[in-house]
């Protein structure tokens, strides 16, 4: 049987798979777990929700970059192909004034820039019912965008 990292779907070996699947629950090469590892180390800005998020995408096989910065500010995900981000947020985002004005600036620097931009509440994200459909329809959405 062969394996394959879902992210640059080389071949890996089983011990790869193996030691991939049990401590990221992904089939990953060893470029792609030194990458999510150094990510998990250096960036202690992703919400768990952008991770669960990012997470799911990435096994539905959307290549996504973490926390991108614009030259603006950092995105929590985004798929730079289809020129999307996905910002996921908080119920602080809904309630604060100050906030949403914010998110309705970085939102238009973005589509300055040639983005589109999801905004993904995080409740959405904290089941797994829920996370699934929402990648499930997030992926379906990056297929409609022409490249």
């Not at 998990?40 to 992703?46: A, D, G, L, S």
């Not at 119920?91 to 604060?96: C, D, I, R």
């Amino acid at each position: 049987m062969r394996y394959y990292c879902i992210k640059c779907k080389n071949t890996i070996t089983k011990e790869e798979y193996d030691f991939s699947m049990k401590k990221f629950k992904m089939a990953l090469c060893r470029s792609h777990q030194v990458s999510i590892s150094s990510l998990n180390k250096k960036n202690k800005k992703i919400t768990p929700e952008a991770k669960a998020l990012g997470e799911e995408l990435i096994k539905l096989g959307t290549p996504i970059t973490w926390e991108q910065w614009d030259g603006f500010k950092h995105i929590d995900i985004a798929v730079v192909k289809k020129g999307v981000n996905i910002e996921v947020d908080g119920a602080h985002h809904n309630f604060s004034k100050k906030q949403a004005l914010a998110d309705l600036k970085r939102t238009y620097h973005s589509f300055k820039k040639g983005y589109l931009t999801l905004r993904i509440p995080n409740s959405l994200v904290r089941d797994q019912k829920t996370i699934k459909e929402t990648a499930s329809y997030i992926v379906q959405f990056l297929k409609e965008i022409e490249e």
